[in-house]
Structure formats: structure tokens, C-alpha cells
């Protein structure tokens, strides 16, 4: 998938839920209770990222908290 910007204003939920599976896919493995992005056994990464698939938050601010 080519992404010219990730912002929630050029972007629809669908493309959204791709980007931010795309960016966990790339170790190759489950996100679920791993830690090896210092999620240290957190939970669902997806439910993390939740804000930004639903458009109420961007990803950079997720990342900064």
C-alpha cells in the first residue's frame, strides 16, 4: 500500500486500520501481550491505537504519551 500522508484528515478509518496494522506487522509476529516494543505485556496494541483509527487523535500524538 503506497501512503502519501497518515493524517486523520487524508485518510478514511479503512486506510486508518491498514496503516496501523502495516506498522505492527513488521516484526513478523502477533502483537497481543508481546513486549518486544515495549508494550511489556500490555495487551492489544490495536486497542492502543484506537484513538487514531477512530480519528480523534493522530498517531504522533500517541507516540508522545
Same mark, same amino acid.
Given at each position: ?7 486523520i ?13 502495516? %506498522? ?9 501481550f508481546? @513486549? /518486544?516494543?515495549?508494550? $511489556?505485556? %500490555? ?8 484513538p487514531?483509527? @477512530? /480519528?480523534?487523535?493522530? $498517531? ?6
Amino acid at each position: 500500500m503506497e501512503i502519501k500522508s497518515i493524517l486523520i484528515k487524508d485518510t478514511t478509518r479503512e486506510e486508518r486500520i491498514r496503516i496501523v496494522q502495516e %506498522g505492527l506487522n513488521q516484526c513478523g509476529g502477533a502483537c497481543d501481550f508481546c @513486549n /518486544g516494543c515495549d508494550n $511489556l505485556g %500490555g495487551g492489544s496494541m490495536d486497542a492502543f491505537y484506537e484513538p487514531y483509527i @477512530n /480519528g480523534e487523535k493522530e $498517531l504522533r500524538e500517541i507516540n508522545e504519551e
